[in-house]
């Protein structure tokens, strides 16, 4: 089957990314907080996360491998 390998090599990294969020997210957060309060590195963090929501169709993030 064609593309097969395609999928594990996906699977594989989003796997990576998402530990990597796991890992490294919460101590980002706790450093904005720190820095500007937790209510506005929440605000932040929601900002980043409809600013890359929107940016996804010019990115082509949405489309599926093939």
Known sequence: ????G???????TVTTVGY???LV???LVGAAA???GL??????LALVAAVLAA???KL????APG
């Open 55 to 57: 940016a996804t169709p």
């Open 60 to 63: 082509g993030l949405g489309r």
């Open 20 to 22: 990597l969020g796991f």
């Open 39 to 44: 209510r506005t590195a929440f605000a932040a």
């Open 34 to 36: 720190q820095a500007v």
């Open 1 to 4: 089957r064609a593309g097969t």
């Open 25 to 27: 997210g919460p101590p």
């Open 6 to 12: 395609d999928r594990g090599a996906s699977v594989a």
